[in-house]
């Protein structure tokens, strides 16, 4: 199936169906963040993909970090009997309540890239080994960067533990080294528009940095932009998180050093083919509720292999 964004529009803005219809009890509601990030739409579409290959209507909604709709969404894959859910959770605390809803009507509940700080209630949360790829990733900034620098980190959505995890991996490598100084860090929520904001600011009040890493690329793309345009970028490495299209995109051309590649396209199929197994045989598929992927660096030297939405061809 072609992944496109005009079908993932369709499906978000699609009615909710009725309950008791034919096909609602094949239902697999899929509920990602904010399909305008490269990386959520490809989470969405990938699982809806795969659902439809094992013969399920799936939609795909969107919650976009707001708990009050994702309870919403949650409230409707109910009514309309969905056989299962597939859920990035929009807070690691606040979406508890929606799992436990989802839960007790009886609908097995599967969550994707994001945790939530409650164990037992889904069936499986499957997320990239984010503490993995941090450590790999800070590890590639030094080497570029060098042991002596002033530097500026971007940080993702604090309701999402992703964001500190990432955080706390790169600041374990870093403090190894103590010519390593971290003059700015700010907070861009995942945002490009945040990011390039933020550094634009940065630059305004600091701009003596040499270096800038990232909790995502779309923060990471939108402080190159910044940069880019105080003609600041030839001197400052960037290294950003995720593997997006757009990320690689700024690798070959040179303006982002590298960029850590969630394998969003694995968990969220390998989450749908679980929850498969789940409605047909009413256990779980692994045994682990939590499970890792490990992630992979995309660098100069193999970018060439980037076949595909977040793939990296070993």
């Not at 809806?48 to 290959?53: D, G, L, M, S, V």
């Not at 993702?156 to 103590?178: H, K, L, M």
């Not at 193999?302 to 977040?310: A, H």
Request: hydrophobic share 45%; net charge negative; aromatic share 8%.
């Amino acid at each position: 199936m072609k992944i496109t964004k005009r079908t993932l529009l369709a499906a978000a803005a699609a009615l909710p169906l009725m309950a008791g219809s034919g096909w609602a009890e094949g239902l697999m509601s899929i509920i990602v963040t904010d399909p305008a990030n490269p990386y959520w739409f490809t989470e969405g579409e990938v699982a809806k993909a795969t659902a439809e290959e094992l013969g399920y209507e799936a939609n795909v909604s969107a919650h976009k970090g707001d708990t009050n709709v994702e309870s919403n969404l949650i409230d409707a894959a109910i009514t309309n009997k969905s056989a299962a859910i597939i859920l990035d959770p929009a807070n690691a605390d606040g979406s508890i309540g929606a799992v436990k809803k989802a839960v007790d009507a009886g609908i097995p509940v599967f969550l994707v890239n994001a945790e939530i700080n409650e164990s037992g209630l889904a069936i499986g949360q499957l997320v990239s080994n984010n503490a993995q790829g941090a450590a790999m990733g800070a590890v590639q900034w030094v080497e570029l960067v060098g042991d002596e620098a002033k530097y500026v980190e971007f940080f993702g959505n604090p309701a999402d533990n992703n964001a500190a995890t990432r955080s706390n991996g790169y600041e374990t490598v870093i403090s190894q080294y103590p010519g390593l100084e971290k003059v700015a860090e700010e907070v861009a929520n995942w945002d490009r528009t945040q990011g390039y904001n933020k550094m634009q600011s940065i630059i305004q009040a600091n701009p003596d940095f040499t270096a800038v890493i990232s909790g995502n690329d779309e923060m990471a793309l939108g402080a190159i932009a910044a940069l880019k345009e105080a003609g600041m970028l030839d001197k400052v490495t960037v290294g950003g998180f995720d593997g997006s299209p757009d990320a690689v995109e700024a690798i070959k051309a040179g303006e982002m050093a590298y960029s850590v590649l969630q394998p969003v396209a694995v968990f969220s199929a390998e989450a749908v083919k679980q929850a498969d197994y789940y409605i047909k045989n009413g256990t779980p598929m692994v045994a682990e509720e939590k499970q890792l992927f490990d992630c992979l660096l995309i660098t100069p030297d193999n970018v060439d292999k980037y076949t595909g939405p977040f793939v990296l061809s070993e």
